[in-house]
């Protein structure tokens, strides 16, 4: 071995070392404006400093892949502003733009060590990602679906999607439950993630969950507590969107939001604002229809009343014609009567005048006669003035007949009727108000 020559090398420090001051004193000795996608995020408990793998990608690929920190002493203002302008927090996915100076470590190796994040480039960035999902969902017929759902009459089975803990849930329930008009709902929570990376895969969860159960149910209710400083990016999700658009029960949302809306507010059957604001709306919507149903009830009542005194007027009309014929009748056979027993007084007297006194006994039997006459002439005009009576509306009434009227007008012939007509039939003690269902003749009706 003795002889041999290496030739010069250099160590791995002094390589690295190299590179360290290749990179940070000769090309990027200022800091840089760029531009990268977050693929990892994670802050540290216990130092405080915020790690990121920063991306770029091409239809999914990845491009380029860099090391990126925020340090504790710059962490939290950096963060605060960026929510402050955006009302979200820093998130795997999000597009930032960042001033940031490159390091290499001679261990850790090369990454950026991030100063400043521009907001107003990230909020310009989710405003086009929700502009683009909004424009696939209306292209594919989707946007407007769950609002052309009908809204049931009674809004009272909810199936709510929200978290167990947040107070949104809380007040939602206390003002169903305790809503001053006393309306019943029945509430089933069905428990969900809202905030992290795991909020659009359980609420696809949830909504498949009730769908397995969406006949138990009248509509579905989205809620969460918050204000505009909590992060809403899961609700900018094109997945969630389709699947709410495309449910089969009209879906409501409240996820407590006052900046923007979320492309979940657009799709849904009815968007608002907070989860009381929800429960106000189904409230509101049961006072309504209930006033609807009390005003309705009115006019139905008006009718029938109405209606009832047609028919009083009517039954007294026809009545009175029945009394007025019947007097008629009885004045006429009473004065025929008379009449033709005056005749027949004078001529019995002329035949008696005549015969004298010897036709005596032949006159008292014709006298006889013409009283046996009379008495069966009143026995007949009293049974005819007892048929009559026997005949009135009221007495016919009370013997089990019915008198039927279609339109104020009575029915004497089943070809007056139709099928689905409505009909009203007088008893002797009160009406009945029926539908036809079929109107045949005799013939038939013996089958």
């Given at each position: 071995m003795e002889g041999l020559s290496y030739p010069s090398y250099l160590t791995l420090k002094e390589l690295a070392q190299g590179l360290k001051d290749v990179i940070e004193d000769y090309y990027f000795s200022a800091p840089l404006w760029?531009?990268?996608?977050?693929?990892?995020?994670?802050?540290?408990?216990?130092?405080?400093?915020?790690?990121l793998e920063l991306v770029e990608k091409e239809d999914d690929q990845v491009l380029a892949r860099m090391k990126g920190i925020i340090w504790a002493s710059n962490y939290s203002s950096v963060s605060s502003f960026f929510q402050e302008v955006t009302g979200r927090n820093l998130e795997r996915g999000m597009k930032v733009l960042f001033l940031a100076r490159l390091r290499f470590h001679l261990v850790h190796g090369l990454s950026l060590d991030i100063k400043e994040i521009d907001p107003s480039y990230s909020l310009g960035e989710m405003m086009r990602k929700k502009r683009e999902i909004l424009e696939r969902l209306e292209r594919e017929g989707l946007l407007a679906l769950n609002r052309s759902l009908p809204f049931p009459l009674f809004p009272q089975r909810v199936a709510v999607i929200s978290s167990p803990t947040a107070a949104g849930w809380e007040d939602f329930v206390d003002h169903l439950q305790n809503n001053s008009h006393?309306?019943?709902?029945?509430?089933?929570?069905?428990?969900?993630?809202?905030?992290?990376?795991?909020?659009?895969?359980?609420?696809?969860?949830?909504?498949?969950?009730?769908?397995?159960?969406?006949?138990?149910?009248?509509?579905?209710?989205?809620?969460?507590?918050?204000?505009?400083?909590?992060?809403?990016?899961?609700?900018?999700?094109?997945?969630?969107?389709?699947?709410?658009?495309?449910?089969?029960?009209?879906?409501?949302?409240?996820?407590?939001?006052?900046?923007?809306?979320?492309?979940?507010?657009?799709?849904?059957?009815t968007s608002l604002k907070t989860p009381t604001a929800v429960a106000e709306f189904l409230v509101d919507w049961m006072r309504k229809v209930e006033e609807e149903i009390d005003e309705e009830m009115k006019r139905l009542k008006e009718a029938v009343r109405n209606s009832e005194e047609r028919e009083k007027y009517v039954l007294a009309t026809l009545a009175e014609r029945w009394a007025e014929r019947v007097r008629a009748l009885?004045?006429?056979?009473?004065?025929?009567?008379?009449?033709?027993?005056?005749?027949?007084?004078?001529?019995?007297?002329?035949?008696?005048?005549?015969?004298?006194?010897?036709?005596?006994?032949?006159?008292?039997?014709?006298?006889?006669?013409?009283?046996?006459?009379?008495?069966?002439?009143?026995?007949?005009?009293?049974?005819?003035?007892?048929?009559?009576?026997?005949?009135?509306?009221?007495?016919?009434?009370?013997?089990?007949?019915?008198?039927?009227?279609?339109?104020?007008?009575?029915?004497?012939?089943?070809?007056?009727?139709?099928?689905e007509d409505i009909v009203s039939t007088r008893l002797r003690d009160g009406w009945i108000k029926s539908k036809v269902e079929e109107a045949y003749g005799r013939k038939q009706s013996e089958l």
């Open positions: 760029v531009v990268a996608e977050i693929a990892e995020i994670r802050l540290n408990s216990h130092t405080g400093h915020c790690y006393g309306f019943s709902f029945f509430c089933k929570l069905f428990p969900t993630l809202m905030q992290g990376d795991k909020v659009e895969s359980s609420l696809l969860s949830s909504l498949e969950e009730i769908k397995e159960e969406q006949d138990s149910f009248d509509v579905v209710v989205i809620i969460r507590g918050g204000g505009s400083n909590v992060d809403l990016s899961c609700f900018d999700s094109y997945l969630l969107g389709k699947t709410v658009a495309a449910f089969s029960l009209p879906v409501l949302v409240g996820i407590g939001h006052e900046r923007d809306d979320t492309v979940l507010d657009y799709v849904a059957h009885l004045l006429s056979s009473k004065e025929e009567l008379s009449l033709c027993r005056e005749r027949l007084l004078v001529h019995s007297q002329r035949i008696l005048g005549k015969i004298g006194e010897e036709q005596r006994a032949y006159w008292r039997q014709v006298q006889n006669l013409v009283e046996k006459k009379i008495s069966r002439e009143r026995e007949m005009l009293e049974r005819t003035e007892q048929a009559i009576r026997f005949l009135s509306p009221e007495n016919v009434l009370r013997r089990g007949y019915s008198i039927t009227y279609r339109e104020g007008t009575v029915v004497k012939s089943f070809k007056d009727l139709q099928e």
